[in-house]
């Protein structure tokens, strides 16, 4: 090693002391303990890297001896493993403002992961959740990937045949509702600013639930088994729990790096990470020996694994284990700007997210006033940017009279393509199709053209400085969130509507309390279908509008 060392590196006097006192050794126990990566990567250094500072040596020399190659591994950095003190500083905090790293990782304590993970072993999901149906996906080679049904029992019964021996991967999702005890269980031993849909988390303003996103989903990987980021969950702080038993391998990448190394895996894979994630997986060497920038880790049953918005990250387990994750987002610039910018990205692939982004900045526009001034003004132009395209699409279908109001907030995704839908839609037959989907329509029905939000109003709303609650935007939303407007308030204001055709606001109880909504309520939402037709006089919705500008400066 010294003499390969020596012929293909420069060295200062002093690093050819510390070779030839005990390099060898150093690098023979670093071979032991599993190459430079795993050692280094690790929450502590072992001893023998601290004596003497011999990680700068062996970043910057003697790993070039480890692959037989010179390599940087100044490219390799870790996650930042918080410590004790740390948890306990950050435990009541509401908001993730804390975090100023990309990658996190927090880690009960050995004594409390038994409690932690106790409902989670095979035996006990068999006995509390056998009888549910999954899709399992199981590859026994390379290439040969089969999905099945299955009850989860028959699953279990399988990974315990399997294990003696070793031979099939298998992985599958369990989603359980928001409520269940397993959850609330979790929940209990989260700092608060990480458990979901809580204060200071745009996800809270979703007017659905969507597991994985804002509701945690359950996983069963076992053997070999490897994921990538889903990418609809890159633009959020992606949250992973680890129930064990077996650990998780992670690589990820800094946001700041993505696009860089997007390109470069096109040019020698041929693979758009961004495109086609499940189909491509490398160890940590390859980034190393790539010239890529990585963070590696393992993650040990108990840890808790929190990505930045616009993380990538691959994640591999050998034996089996039971992950719990789900997302967030905080209400800051770089979290929001992160959600925009993704979509349109997404925009440019053709790719449709499961993400309603559009509505969700609205209701944060409405509802985070004390967010920077200059944040509001960008999210409101963006905003401003989609009621556009919108009207754009509205007037390549040339109609004549202007789309009647209907509230259906709840709408949110195309029945056809499911492209998200903002303002405007069509309405026939129970389906609910976007404009896009619209212009392959042969017949069209005027009448049948909706607009979720008046969009004379949606200006006024966007245009003024101080937006607040108001019965006219607001609605369910599934988390914690600053609304003050509860659902027998926009029931009465159906009614109201309904009777005498025109709104007439009273005060509102906006004493500034949170209201926790319910979930499921959203078929209080939906039974705004008898609204009277007749009402689609652009003047009087004008009138409306300023009726609730007048109201919001009371
Ligand atoms: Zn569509
Ligand atoms: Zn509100």
Same mark, same amino acid.
Request: proline share 3%; net charge neutral; hydrophobic share 35%.
């Given at each position: ?274 495109? @086609?994630?499940? !189909?491509? %997986?490398?160890?940590? #060497?390859?980034?190393? =020996?790539?010239? $890529?920038?990585?963070?590696?880790? &393992? ?120 492209? @998200?839908?903002? !303002?405007? %839609?069509?309405?026939? #037959?129970?389906?609910? =199709?976007?404009? $896009?989907?619209?212009?392959?329509? &042969? ?112």
């Amino acid at each position: 090693m010294i003499k390969y060392v020596q012929d293909n590196l420069q060295l200062t006097l002093s690093e050819k002391q510390m070779l030839y006192k005990n390099g060898q050794i150093i690098f023979e126990k670093v071979k032991q303990d599993g190459g430079f990566i795993k050692v280094y990567c690790q929450k502590e250094l072992p001893q023998y890297l601290i004596e003497d500072n011999w990680v700068d040596i062996y970043k910057t020399k003697i790993i070039s001896y480890e692959y037989n190659q010179i390599v940087n591994a100044l490219l390799i950095q870790k996650p930042h493993y918080c410590s004790s003190t740390e948890i306990l500083d950050i435990w009541n905090l509401d908001s993730l403002v804390w975090r100023t790293s990309q990658v996190y990782i927090i880690s009960v304590p050995c004594e409390m992961t038994e409690i932690l993970t106790m409902n989670f072993t095979l035996q006990q999901i068999k006995q509390n959740h056998g009888m549910t149906k999954i899709e399992v996906e199981s590859i026994i080679e390379e290439n040969n990937k089969t999905i099945q049904e299955m009850q989860l029992s028959q699953l279990i019964e399988k990974i315990i045949e399997d294990q003696s021996s070793n031979k099939i991967s298998y992985f599958t999702i369990i989603n359980l509702h928001k409520k269940a005890k397993e959850i609330k269980h979790i929940k209990n031993f989260l700092p608060q600013s990480i458990r979901p849909q809580g204060n200071n988390d745009v996800l809270s303003y979703m007017r659905n639930e969507i597991p994985s996103i804002n509701v945690p989903q359950f996983e069963i990987r076992y053997f070999n088994n490897w994921k990538s980021s889903p990418k609809d969950q890159i633009c959020f702080t992606q949250i992973n729990l680890n129930l064990g038993p077996d650990s998780c391998l992670w690589i990820t990448i800094d946001k700041e790096n993505i696009t860089e190394i997007r390109q470069k895996l096109i040019q020698i894979e041929h693979i758009d990470i961004l495109i @086609e994630d499940k !189909i491509w %997986f490398k160890d940590a #060497d390859y980034f190393l =020996l790539n010239n $890529i920038p990585f963070r590696y880790f &393992v993650q040990n049953k108990g840890d808790l694994v929190v990505l930045s918005p616009g993380t990538y990250s691959w994640q591999k387990c050998e034996g089996l284990s039971i992950n719990c994750s789900w997302n967030q987002a905080t209400l800051d610039e770089n979290s929001l700007k992160t959600i925009i910018d993704q979509q349109k990205i997404f925009n440019q692939l053709n790719f449709i997210s499961r993400i309603p982004f559009k509505n969700l900045i609205l209701d944060v526009v409405i509802h985070e006033n004390s967010l920077d001034q200059t944040l509001l003004n960008y999210l409101r132009s963006e905003l401003q940017q989609f009621i556009f395209e919108e009207n754009q699409n509205l007037q390549v279908l040339d109609q004549k009279n202007s789309p009647v109001f209907q509230e259906k907030r709840d709408k949110l995704f195309c029945t056809k393509c499911k492209r @998200e839908l903002f !303002i405007y %839609f069509y309405e026939e #037959d129970q389906k609910c =199709l976007c404009l $896009i989907c619209l212009k392959e329509q &042969v017949n069209i029905n005027n009448q049948n053209i909706k607009q979720k939000y008046r969009f004379q109003c949606l200006n006024f709303l966007i245009g003024s400085q101080l937006s607040c609650c108001n019965i006219e935007f607001c609605s369910n939303y599934t988390g914690k969130t600053k609304c003050t407007i509860k659902v027998d308030e926009q029931q009465n204001y159906k009614s109201k509507v309904n009777k005498k055709g025109f709104i007439k606001i009273s005060s509102e109880n906006n004493n500034g309390k949170n209201k926790i909504l319910e979930p499921f309520t959203q078929n209080v939402m939906e039974s705004s279908e008898d609204e009277n037709p007749k009402r689609k006089n652009k003047k009087q919705d004008i009138y409306k509008g300023q009726q609730f500008l007048k109201q919001k400066k009371l």
